[in-house]
């Protein structure tokens, strides 16, 4: 787990060793164990370490093959490296080193490229070919490492992280307001651009090739989801049976390390799951839980601590458990060092993360995460419902789109944007974005209950989960922490799309019968469905205890809806509404007025719209303004 960096001069221009350092230092962060650099004329590679396999020297990277081919920086983890190693080895390659990237370098050198698709693991690959004087950029089936880069047709320039680029002289910095029309929308970019214009990110399960005749990067995909192809004939016993081997076998794959392996503790059963399986590969085990101070807490929010079932887990499977308590106060502290490390705004109230992620790399070097259950498994039954009984395309359309506009509905854009921004963008181009993760795959069917479901699961795998993978990653690497995702293992993905939906969602033939024109408030007919991962429930059953297999799905957030209301009320004032306000060039601080009254004056619960702005805010003062902070 590292930070890679790199400079490609396509007109031959040679690179400096002290401006790959000036890139290369932005990921401090990411890589407190040692850092190396490659320099050759007219490229340039740099790497961050931190160390999790062969600490060793033998461990440094850029790495490059022994037939002094391939030169490379790798960030991520391969689980599958020891059997790569073994095939590799059978073909006469030799091997100094117990760590993955040398694996990764020999396999390039003995299968070029398309080793990539081989990979079970997280990744994001800056290669060096020598000898056809190309780059080759890769990343993940999954996208759990990310890679930027900006191209202006003479250079090329890539990172893990946006901050690196940026340092380049050449670039210059201005806000995408394409992405930014997009953010405001959905509360995250479904598209590859960012905030920054011109920087974009490579998608997932994406390989791209640059050489001196590129004039352009051309993303090349070499995997996807597909959930539109269930096996019927599957039985529920099967699925059961087969989830929880396939379950056990990833974390145990996933455990593999020369540093010491945690994992977080909520009270929900995906990070219960990883618990109760890493458990039995560590004597106690270490495991972290972020709580929240309800004192000036109500309502469904009281709700949100979820210390209690945290600490019966813990109990439970005999774990060495910590706890932090975050308070409303620990926002305005955390805010401007989120925003820095994430760059790219994204979804969610995420500065807990931030403080659990900070708890964990106290103790840890690698901690085991629960995303991505939900989205594999159908963990959100009531957006599902909301669109099953669609007719057809347009009316799924329609259904799916009036309930993901999560901040500002496009009828209300002229007021939220200033007049001068409102005739920069196209403020409906963000129908045709949210259709197009859709209409991109031309497998999906929208006909029954059933497709409109899958169809829902992979607009959410597609759009969402690299959303809280992004914030994973940003997060937990602030710390110097490498989080890995058991989910996220290629068999397990591969068969949990097979899974049909009828096994995911236990009250599906119910609902069916259900007629939704006598519902008095759908809203909460909604919310009351708490059939989600049915089959993941089961097939944890002999793991877990009953109170968290039955346990009603919850995400961890802070009870922010209160909190703005009481102790974070000035603090948002101050931030968002006085004259030096900078987003106010964008944003109208008319708008933003009416949005904070009517929530603290409990008219409307406006928490994601009123984290955005400030969050909007503070991207300003540090990239717009250059503003210091301390990190």
């Known amino acids: ?59 440094a990277q850029p790495m490059t093959s022994k037939n002094d081919e391939w030169v490379v920086s790798f960030n991520g983890c391969i689980y599958n490296f020891l059997e790569l190693k073994q095939e590799l080895k059978s073909k006469g390659h030799e091997f100094i080193s117990s760590s993955d990237t040398e694996v990764l370098v020999e396999g390039l050198a003995a299968y070029g490229s398309d080793f990539f698709k081989r990979l079970d693991g997280m990744f994001a690959v800056a290669a060096w ?72 990110m490579l998608p997932p399960a994406n390989t791209v090739t640059i050489d001196a005749h590129s004039t352009f990067v051309q993303h090349m995909s070499w995997w996807d989801y597909n959930f539109n192809t269930p096996d019927e004939s599957m039985t529920f016993m099967d699925a059961k049976e087969e989830t929880k081997r396939l379950m056990e076998n990833a974390v145990a794959r996933q455990m593999i390390a020369d540093v010491s392996v945690g994992s977080y503790l909520s009270g929900g059963m995906d990070s219960g799951s990883m618990t109760a399986l890493a458990s039995r590969h560590v004597n106690r085990l270490t495991t972290f839980t972020g709580g929240f101070d309800m004192s000036e807490v109500s309502g469904v929010e009281a709700n949100y601590d979820e210390r209690r079932d945290a600490e019966l887990m813990a109990n439970y499977f005999k774990t060495e458990h910590y706890e932090q308590v975050i308070n409303a106060g620990d926002l305005k502290w955390s805010l401007p060092r989120v ?34 259950g939900d989205e594999l498994f159908g963990g959100y039954p009531w957006r599902y419902y909301r669109v099953f009984q669609s007719l057809n395309q347009k009316e799924f359309f329609d259904n799916y789109y009036g309930f993901w506009q999560r901040l500002v509905p496009d009828k209300d854009k002229t007021s939220l944007f200033q007049p001068s921004i409102v005739q920069q963008m196209n403020l409906t181009e963000v129908r045709g974005v949210f259709e197009r993760v859709f209409t991109f795959n031309n497998r999906l069917k929208y006909n029954t209950a059933e497709e409109h479901i899958q169809n829902s699961l992979y607009f959410e795998i597609k759009t969402f989960l690299p959303g809280l993978l992004l914030v994973g990653d940003k997060l937990s690497m602030a710390n110097g922490l490498e989080e890995r995702f058991p989910f996220l293992d290629n068999a397990l993905v591969d068969f949990a799309q097979k899974i049909p939906v009828k096994h995911k969602l236990g ?42 297999i039955n346990r009603k799905k919850q995400g961890f957030s802070a009870p922010d809806e209160s909190w703005y209301r009481g102790e974070n009320a000035q603090y948002i004032k101050e931030l968002l509404l006085n004259k030096k306000t900078l987003s106010s060039e964008f944003i109208n601080p008319d708008y933003t007025k009416k949005i904070i009254d009517e929530h603290i004056n409990q008219k409307v619960n406006h928490r994601l719209l009123i984290w955005s702005l400030m969050n909007f805010e503070w991207w300003c003062k540090i990239f717009l303004n250059n503003e210091k902070i301390p990190v």
């Open 339 to 372: 925003v820095w490390h994430l760059e790219d705004l994204k979804v969610g109230m995420s500065y807990p993360n931030y403080y659990i992620s900070r708890l964990a790399s106290k103790f840890v070097k690698v901690c085991l995460q629960g995303t991505g």
């Open 507 to 548: 009250n599906l033939e119910s609902f069916k019968k259900l007629d939704e024109n006598l519902f008095s408030d759908k809203r909460k007919v909604y919310r009351e469905f708490n059939d989600g991962k049915n089959v993941l429930r089961k097939a944890m059953y002999d793991f877990l205890p009953d109170k968290i």
């Open 1 to 59: 787990m590292c930070g890679i960096a790199g400079i490609f001069n396509l007109n031959r221009e040679p690179i400096s060793l002290q401006l790959i350092k000036k890139v290369t230092r932005e990921l401090n962060h990411r890589g407190p164990d040692g850092e190396g650099f490659f320099v050759e004329n007219n490229i340039a590679l740099g790497h961050k370490r931190l160390a999790i396999l062969d600490v060793s020297s033998r461990g």
């Open 129 to 200: 070919n020598k000898k056809t004087k190309s780059l080759v950029l890769s990343r993940d089936r999954f996208g759990v490492k990310p890679l930027y880069y900006w191209f202006n047709g003479k250079t090329l320039v890539f990172a893990s992280e946006i901050k690196s680029i940026i340092q380049h002289p050449n670039y210059n910095i201005d806000v995408n307001l394409s992405a930014l029309n997009e953010y405001f929308t959905f509360q995250n970019l479904f598209r590859y651009h960012t905030m920054f214009k011109d920087v974009y």
